[in-house]
């Protein structure tokens, strides 16, 4: 496995970016991961961004350096569905809709939690988004492995739409783990921060994981 | 290439919609391309709808009737991407035009306070470059046009990552990128709100037809081609091929 690939690529919200760990990067999952499988590591996540710049920032890596597409494995911890991107043109920032941040929200957020989300519009997209990347990284010959950060208990307690049902069987299941990085983690005392983010043995248990799905997969 | 085809899918804004256009069904450039191929029509133009709308319209109907992937030509008119898509509980599925209507509450913010042109037109050009693998991945053919000028600025298209997006773009797909449109092609046959009339969607549909069966055109002698940069370069605007 160490030979089939050169680097490690990862992109996801604050599960994959360390947020509140105590030493930041240097002990999320992706850096694990890559030690463990002694490959270089960019890690391109972001607390509090939604899909769209998950996958934006996968395909943005790609258009600067083509030339690592065939030796790369790129691994993307899916956030949740109900997260849009927006660009802040005072603060030159981004921002995104997370819910969680309701009390602290711009009056735009306010707005858009208010009149203008639609839950079943926006998991359709979300469904969509991901049939779409894993056709763009497969057009593109690049090696990837999927799985939802997030608990994803509000999906699977959901009313499906037929729309819906033919996009969750159109996903690829061989690179979209099954079990969402809450489930690996078992979300004990030890392996989640106060917050509910995950502590620096829940990255440790993540890296495991994905090492060893990584070598059923691409070995 | 032509025995093919046996439907025509396409899908945009107000200009594959026909909007305005008396007996939009069947004066639509869409209708009359379809009656110049031979082939039936799904035609998923909708006014005011923004490039989202535009791609997820195909997407869904591909995941809905698999069986049109492999003898379907797709046609698009992309639309301005400053067109941002919203879900008004109210109204439905809006989008972002700018002095167009009395804009709803979120329009106005986001116009204030959260529109950046290189954001969208970034955003705009992943759009496209994720369609392009989709298309490939599945040997769809396919047609992209604008409707409508919408020239970035030169600052955006000065930008790095721009130009690499842009250079990415396949332009045997993707006719006069940013440099001709539906708008181009029809005038001075518009109807007063600037919209092509029946004469304007005629030569619309034309153009479309022509490209079609052009021998020069990659996709004529193949369901599926890879292009050949030489012989489209044609195709290409000077702009572009001096990035």
Redesign the interface.
């Known amino acids: 496995m160490s030979t089939q690939f050169n680097k490690l690529i990862a992109s996801g919200c604050s599960f994959t970016s360390g947020y509140k760990l105590e030493h930041g990067k240097e002990s999320t999952w992706p850096k694990l991961l890559g030690d463990k499988m002694s490959i270089p590591v960019v890690n391109l996540s972001e607390a509090g961004r939604g899909n ?1 710049y998950v996958f ?1 920032s996968i ?2 890596y790609f ?2 350096y083509p030339e690592e597409k065939k030796s790369s494995l790129v691994i993307i911890g899916v956030t949740g569905y109900h997260r849009q991107d ?5 603060g030159k920032n981004f921002i995104s809709t997370v819910p969680e941040f309701k009390d602290e929200a ?3 957020i306010e ?2 939690w208010k ?4 839950d079943e ?2 998991f359709t ?1 979300y469904l ?1 988004s991901i ?3 894993q ?6 010959s690049i090696k990837y492995l999927m799985f939802n950060a997030l608990d994803t208990n509000r999906i699977l307690q959901r009313n499906l739409s ?2 819906d049902q ?2 969750i069987e ?1 996903i690829n299941t061989e690179f979209f783990l099954k079990m969402t990085m809450c489930d690996f983690i078992g979300f004990t005392p030890k392996s989640v921060l106060d917050d509910g983010h995950p502590s620096e043995l829940g990255h440790k248990i993540m890296a495991e994981v994905l090492y060893a799905n990584i070598k059923t997969i691409f070995d | 290439m032509l025995e093919n085809i046996k439907k025509l899918i396409t899908s945009g804004d107000s200009f594959t919609a026909g909007y305005k256009l008396r007996d939009a069904e069947t004066n639509c450039w869409a209708s009359v391309l379809s009656r110049q191929l031979s082939v039936p029509l799904t035609n998923y133009g909708r006014q005011g709808m923004g490039n ?1 709308y535009v791609f ?1 319209s195909v ?2 109907h591909f ?2 009737n698999p069986e049109d992937k492999y003898n379907s030509l797709v046609v698009l008119g992309l639309t301005n991407f400053t067109r941002i898509e ?5 109204l439905g ?1 809006i989008t972002t035009i700018p002095n167009k209507r009395r804009p709803s ?2 329009e106005g ?2 116009w204030k ?4 042109e290189l ?1 969208c037109y ?2 705009f050009l ?1 759009h496209v ?6 298309f ?3 040997k769809i053919n396919y047609l992209m046009l604008d409707a409508f000028p919408f020239f970035p600025s030169s600052e955006v298209i000065g930008d790095v ?1 721009v130009k ?2 842009i250079m ?1 773009i396949d332009m045997t797909r993707y006719l006069w990128f940013n440099n001709r449109s539906m708008s181009s092609i029809s005038f001075p046959n518009s109807l007063d709100d600037g919209h092509p009339n029946i004469a304007g969607h005629k030569l619309i549909a034309d153009t479309f037809y022509e490209a079609i069966v052009d021998s020069n055109l990659p996709f004529i002698n193949h369901l599926y081609a890879i292009p050949d940069p030489e012989k489209d370069k044609l195709l290409i605007p000077d702009w572009l091929k001096n990035l």
């Open positions: 769209s934006s395909i943005d258009m600067e927006f660009y802040d043109s005072y711009s009056s735009f707005s858009f009149r203008y989300y639609n519009y926006y997209n969509r049939v779409v990347m056709e763009y990284l497969k057009s593109n037929e729309l033919k996009y159109s | 989202d997820n997407i869904d995941l809905l919203f879900f008004d509980k109210h599925l509450e979120i913010m986001f306070k959260h529109y950046d954001y970034k955003n992943r470059i994720k369609m392009q693998g989709y490939l991945q599945y990552l690499s997006m990415e």
